[in-house]
C-alpha cells in the first residue's frame, strides 16, 4: 500500500548514497513498508548551505555533529583542526560526502537512518 500522505509537508524524502550499504538498506526498509519516499542522491545534487542548515534543524543537531570522520576528504582537509559550526556547515556544503547518511526527512521531523531501522520512526510520525 503506498503512502496516502497529503501535500508536501508529509513527503517522505530520503537523502541517500547508492554506494552506501546503510542507505541502500534504509531505502529497503522503507520501501518494503509500501511507502514512496522521493530519493535525493545528494552527492549528485548537493544540498545547500540553507538546506543543510534547515536539515540539521530537523534533525537536532550541530553541523560538527553531521560530519563522517572516516572519509578522506574529512583525513585531508579537516582533521586535527579546530572549525567552528559555520565553518563546519560550509565544509558539509563544499564535501556532501562528509554528510552522514542516510537521513529521512518528514514534515518537521529528520532521522539519520543508523541503524538503517531508524528511518521506521518518521513512517508513524504525524507532523
Known amino acids: 500500500m ?23 538498506s534504509a531505502c529497503e526498509i ?5 511507502v514512496e519516499a522521493r530519493i535525493v542522491e545528494y552527492l549528485k545534487t548537493p544540498p545547500s548551505r540553507e538546506e543543510l542548515r534547515e536539515l540539521l534543524k530537523k534533525l537536532g543537531m550541530k553541523p560538527s555533529e553531521l560530519v563522517r570522520r572516516g572519509e578522506s576528504v ?4 579537516y582533521a586535527g583542526k579546530t572549525l567552528d559550526e559555520e565553518q563546519w556547515l560550509d565544509a558539509l556544503a563544499a564535501h556532501p560526502i562528509l554528510i552522514e547518511r542516510p537521513i529521512a526527512v518528514r514534515g518537521k521531523r529528520a532521522v539519520i537512518g543508523r541503524p538503517p531501522e531508524k ?9
Open 30 to 34: 522503507v520501501a518494503g513498508k509500501g
Open 119 to 127: 528511518v521506521l520512526e518518521l513512517l508513524d510520525a504525524g507532523d
Open 74 to 77: 574529512f583525513k585531508e582537509n
Open 2 to 24: 503506498a503512502c496516502k500522505c497529503k501535500g508536501k509537508a508529509q513527503e517522505l524524502v530520503i537523502y541517500h548514497n547508492a554506494r552506501c550499504s546503510k542507505s541502500r
